[in-house]
């Protein structure tokens, strides 16, 4: 069993920048594909990057070069560093765990969920 907490969110400006952070329960966390995603209202939940134990990386188009996942082993945490922040980027935002690399933009094949913390970049 994982349990994830999220913080971190909040108001920013555009071009602004953002560290989120998961914060994990459980011995087993460094075995966990981790992931951000996030959803605006209206819209599907969409993978913003994944990380695996052994640190591939996965971003979605719109996210790279602007959003740097990382994660931490020993504090059981991941974390998400955004910058140059545009307002389509306001969210909310959540980490996941999931076993395995596959299918990582399915939001149903995740095992784990935290409770999300708000995004909003103003214009």
């Known amino acids: 069993q994982v349990q994830l907490v999220e913080s971190g969110g909040g108001l920013v400006q555009a071009g602004g920048s953002l560290r989120l952070s998961c914060a994990a329960s459980g011995r087993t966390f460094s075995i966990y594909v981790m992931s951000w995603f996030r959803q605006a209202p209206g819209k599907e939940r969409e993978l913003v990057a994944a990380?695996?134990?052994?640190?591939?990386?996965y971003y979605a188009d719109s996210m790279k070069g602007r959003f740097t996942i990382s994660r931490d082993n020993a504090k059981n945490s991941v974390y998400l560093q955004m910058n140059s922040l545009k307002p389509e980027d306001t969210a909310v935002y959540y980490c996941?765990?999931?076993?395995?690399?596959?299918?990582?933009?399915?939001?149903?094949?995740?095992?784990?969920w935290g409770q999300g913390t708000q995004v909003t970049v103003s214009s």
């Open positions: 990380l695996s134990s052994a640190g591939s990386t």
């Open positions: 996941a765990a999931k076993g395995d690399w596959r299918r990582l933009t399915n939001s149903q094949q995740y095992d784990y």
